[in-house]
């Protein structure tokens, strides 16, 4: 398993490519989407991968098998299909087992999407974690179960709107990428949780941060 300060010198080892990918874009935004989310090159999954040789690099994956694809000039998403996530391979954040109410305690904002869920009664409640290393943790909670998902899942205009500040919740309109009809997004300091919850008459979601254990 890396931790947080493995990936860190790993990125400062591709980092050349990182700024290759970004500028090739127009947009450094993109730097802080890969290291936010954990991205690596797919080549770097090869043993034949050269840090040192810098080159474009089209196709970078995270932890979980979601993909950024460069096509053209334009960035695309591929998360996989969110209803069948598998066990997330390569694992780099040290924290990965905390309990998710521990996790809320090292964060500092909150994206959430709730929805109805397609195929039966019920809401989808899906949370997208920053703390204050820029790092994201992802989760969705459905049928009384709580997984770890692909931050990626939640598409980069949601991700890239969370490096804005936020004094207290605010609805947005993007959609994410979940299986659930009726969604609704909203980008919450966690200072302003309670409040939001209360506000919104989403009470049930404080057990989140009440010890509440991953299943």
Known sequence: MMNNSTIEQFYKKIDKHIKLFYSYLEDPFY???????????QEALSKSFKATSTNLQHCW?????????????KVK??????????APCAITDFFFGEPLDKIFKRS????????????????????????????????????????KISPLYFGI??????FSKYKSFVEIKNKSFFPSKNQKTYIIPISDFENFCKQTNNNELIKFTKEYKNK
């Open 31 to 41: 730097e802080l989407l890969i290291k936010s989310c954990r991205l690596k090159p």
């Open 61 to 73: 994956v995270d932890e979980f098998g979601a993909t950024l694809r460069l096509e053209g000039k």
């Open 77 to 86: 998403l591929y998360p996989g299909n969110v209803k069948y996530c598998g």
């Open 108 to 147: 500092i904002l909150l994206l959430l999407t709730v929805g109805e869920n397609e195929d039966v009664p019920g809401l989808v409640y899906s949370f997208l974690l920053l703390d204050n290393s820029n790092y994201f943790r992802a989760y969705i909670y459905a049928f009384d179960k709580l997984e």
């Open 157 to 162: 205009k949601n991700i890239k709107k969370c």
